[in-house]
């Protein structure tokens, strides 16, 4: 199929997807107490209950493969013609995380392998990238992997929201999964609501002022695309948030339900929003994945959908870039997923004492170009990439 000439009519997406968390898991009850804090504030006020942790062998690029390896068949990997890796937590300056990857996962040499920044919209520019290519070379794939480690430190507002994990999708012509629409709405605006310096292994926010951004920019799509005719919410059966913690993707659909949509409507795209925060619940914020998370939720955790239904996705990165967009749901999208073993990755993980996790949270590579071998944190089935360790700065994976 190499080198057919660019279709447009044909429907590309979603043709595979799946996550991976690592092993190790804070209780925010535990993190609650130990920082004096009233639990409800995080189950409730924030909306999350646990946060994965990450060991040190369990860097995004492990992660990352992690999540791409289950899904791929060889007839996969022979076809994938671009690999992105979309993070913020990137562990080299120069080379792309996507290298590393295209290692581990055994693919061709015949492929673009990119890494690309932007906050936790990062993915969503892989995926309509990733889109726009396989319009183009229609007999190709491109695989689009999200991973992220969410640091803000010890002790402070941001802590509750920190996360680990990584969504892996795999885009094709008549995809499996969904069905992603050409038109989309964005919008780019520099805004210092969260940044993290070179110099620095942990994030700064405006934690209130990012909130604002977020549900603003949020408005300022659906109001363009209420316009424009794409987001008839009669039609609409769900509609998903980047999660950076379940109440911030709450107080995105809260907008809708002022009477700027029918009760109906209100209450239906409320149901399905449940469905969508119920894995990024148990694994917090995984930054440019956050949305994706929230897709396998949604698809996995919902009975009512239907093929043909259409959904939107909000996608939203600080610093700041959003974009609002569309899907429909495939024939068959059920058969392409797995509850019941994301369910036992999730169920599997062991839970941290506060005192494991600080140390987890604190351990740090060499850096002076020493000999370090990484123990293997995470001995699951699903979990065969690991970084073993550091020799003459390089990383060494296994
Ligand atoms: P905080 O200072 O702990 O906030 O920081 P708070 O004291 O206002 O409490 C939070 C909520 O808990 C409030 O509800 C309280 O009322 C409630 P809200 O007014 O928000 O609805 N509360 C309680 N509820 C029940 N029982 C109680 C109780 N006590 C209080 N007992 C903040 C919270 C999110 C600001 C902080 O965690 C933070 O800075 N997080 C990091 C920044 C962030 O996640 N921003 C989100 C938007 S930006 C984004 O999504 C992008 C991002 O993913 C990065 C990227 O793009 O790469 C972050």
Redesign the pocket.
């Known amino acids: 199929m190499y080198g057919n000439s660019a279709i447009t009519d044909v429907q590309v997406g979603i043709d595979k997807i799946d996550f991976y968390t690592p092993n190790h898991y804070l209780d925010l009850v535990d993190l609650a107490q130990a920082r004096g804090v009233?639990p409800?504030?995080y189950l409730?006020?924030?909306g999350q209950s646990k946060m994965s942790v990450a060991a040190l062998d369990q860097d995004i690029v492990a992660m990352g493969a992690n999540a791409a390896e289950p899904m791929l068949t060889e007839a996969d990997r022979q076809e994938i013609g671009l690999l992105v890796v979309a993070t913020?937590s990137g562990i080299d300056q120069s080379k792309a995380a996507a290298l590393f990857v295209q290692d581990l996962l055994g693919l061709t040499n015949n492929l673009r392998a990119i890494e690309i920044k932007e906050?936790?919209y990062g993915a969503t520019a892989g995926l309509q990238l990733a889109c726009d290519y396989v319009r183009s070379h229609p007999g190709r794939k491109a695989l689009v992997i999200a991973s992220d480690i969410a640091r803000?430190g010890l002790d402070t507002?941001?802590e509750?929201?920190q996360g680990a994990g990584s969504v892996a999708m795999l885009v094709a012509c008549d995809p499996g999964i969904i069905a992603i629409e050409p038109e989309s709405l964005y919008e780019s605006r520099s805004t210092g609501?969260?940044w993290r310096p070179n110099y620095s292994a942990e994030a700064f926010?405006r934690?209130?002022f990012?909130?604002e951004v977020?549900v603003g920019m949020f408005e300022g799509l659906w109001n363009k695309a209420r316009k424009q005719g794409m987001a008839r919410p009669e039609s609409l059966q769900a509609l998903l948030f980047?999660i950076?913690?379940s109440?911030?993707g709450r107080k995105g659909l809260r907008t809708l339900g002022d009477g700027t949509i029918t009760e109906a409507d209100y209450e239906r795209l409320t149901e399905r929003f449940e469905r969508s925060i119920v894995y990024g619940r148990e694994v917090g914020?995984i930054?440019t994945g956050s949305v994706y998370l929230a897709l396998i939720s949604l698809l996995e955790n919902d009975e009512s959908l239907n093929p043909g239904d259409r959904i939107g996705l909000f996608s939203?990165?600080?610093g700041s870039v959003a974009e609002l967009y569309f899907a429909t749901l495939m024939p068959g999208y059920r058969a392409r997923l797995e509850p019941q073993r994301h369910q036992a990755l999730l169920e599997s993980r062991e839970r941290l004492s506060l005192t494991e996790y600080e140390a987890m949270f604190s351990a740090k590579l060499v850096t002076d170009g020493s000999e370090q071998e990484i123990k293997h944190s995470d001995c699951r089935d699903d979990a065969p990439h690991y970084l073993a360790g550091m020799k003459g700065h390089e990383r060494q994976y296994r």
């Open positions: 009233d409800n504030k409730i006020g924030i913020e906050a936790c803000y507002p941001g509750v929201t609501d969260f926010a934690g209130k990012s909130e977020y980047h950076p913690f109440k911030m914020n930054y939203y990165g600080s």
